[in-house]
């Protein structure tokens, strides 16, 4: 059916949840699955920047994120791993989480996205923010994994 599923990760228990779904389908067929985290950007208000060393900071704080993605994506590989799938790629980008969710899908020739959700009661929040962009950004299918 899918030959290829997109999963975003953020570490929340809502894309935690898009995993197991995710898994769910795979098992159905011969289905790789993709594990994305999007870093967003790394810009500092400048009254900070004013104060220390900017290029230490941002350095600095790239490496946390980028050792939080790693623990992200292998935390969320292992509930696949779990599951007895084997044919998983992770990878970590920095940008906009939205737009590069929605440019990876294109790039790497996906059939679906799951995408997790936090179900919120008013109607304006009915989806996540990430997940209405990525809605708005992309024409490829998306499921929408709620709680």
Not at 23 to 28: E, F, I, M, P, S
Not at 57 to 66: A, D, H, M, N
Not at 104 to 121: C, E, F, M, P, S
């Amino acid at each position: 059916m899918f030959k290829k599923i997109l999963v975003p990760v953020d570490g929340s228990r809502y894309a935690n949840r898009a995993v197991k779904m995710a898994a769910k389908l795979a098992r159905q067929s011969q289905t790789s699955i993709l594990l994305l985290h999007a870093i967003r950007n790394l810009s500092l208000p400048g009254e900070i920047l004013d104060m220390i060393s900017a290029g230490e900071v941002t350095e600095s704080r790239l490496e946390i994120l980028q050792d939080s993605a790693e623990i992200i994506l292998e935390n969320a590989g292992e509930t696949l791993t779990q599951a007895g799938l084997t044919d998983v790629k992770t990878e970590y980008l920095i940008g906009d989480p939205a737009a590069t969710i929605a440019e990876y899908a294109k790039q790497n020739n996906v059939d679906l996205i799951v995408l997790g959700h936090r179900g919120l009661g008013s109607q304006k929040q009915l989806l996540g923010g990430v997940a209405r962009k990525v809605l708005n950004l992309t024409t490829i299918p998306c499921l929408i994994v709620g709680e």
